[in-house]
C-alpha cells in the first residue's frame, strides 16, 4: 500500500502542478488586467489559489516521495494537498484528478501497517 501511495501521489502532485500553473497564472492575468477581472467576475480569494497552486503539488510530491518510509506523515501531507486543491481549485473536469489521487494516496499511507515487500 505504500507503493502505491509513493505513486498517487507524485501522479497526483505533477497534475496538480499543471493545475496550479494555470491558476496562479490566471490571477496573475486578472490583476494585471483589471478590466478582464470585470468581464469575467474574477476570483473570490487570489491569495489562496497563489498559496494552494504552489504548496499543495508540493505537499502531495514531498508525501508521495516519503510514503515508503514515513507513512503517517506522508498521510497526513496527501490528505492536505487533496483538502487544499479541493478548497482552492473546487472539483471539477481538470481537478478531479489529482484530488481523487492525493486523496486515495493519504488514506493508503494512512492505512498501511507495515512496509511493503520489496
Not at 39 to 51: A, D, K, Q, S
Not at 74 to 89: C, R, T
Not at 94 to 115: E, S
Request: neutral net charge.
Amino acid at each position: 500500500m505504500r507503493n502505491a501511495a509513493l505513486v498517487l501521489g507524485i501522479i497526483g502532485g505533477l497534475w496538480g502542478m499543471l493545475v496550479g500553473f494555470f491558476s496562479f497564472g490566471y490571477t496573475e492575468l486578472l490583476a494585471r488586467y483589471t478590466e478582464l477581472a470585470e468581464l469575467t467576475g474574477g476570483v473570490e480569494n487570489p491569495g489562496l489559489i497563489r498559496l494552494v497552486s504552489l504548496g499543495a503539488p508540493v505537499l502531495a510530491i514531498a508525501g508521495g516521495a516519503m510514503a515508503r518510509s514515513q507513512n503517517i506523515a506522508a498521510g497526513v501531507a496527501l490528505l492536505l494537498a487533496a483538502l487544499g486543491m479541493y478548497q482552492a481549485f473546487g472539483f471539477g473536469a481538470f481537478t478531479m484528478f489529482p484530488i481523487a489521487m492525493c486523496g486515495l494516496g493519504g488514506v493508503l499511507a494512512l492505512l498501511a501497517r507495515k512496509p511493503d515487500p520489496h
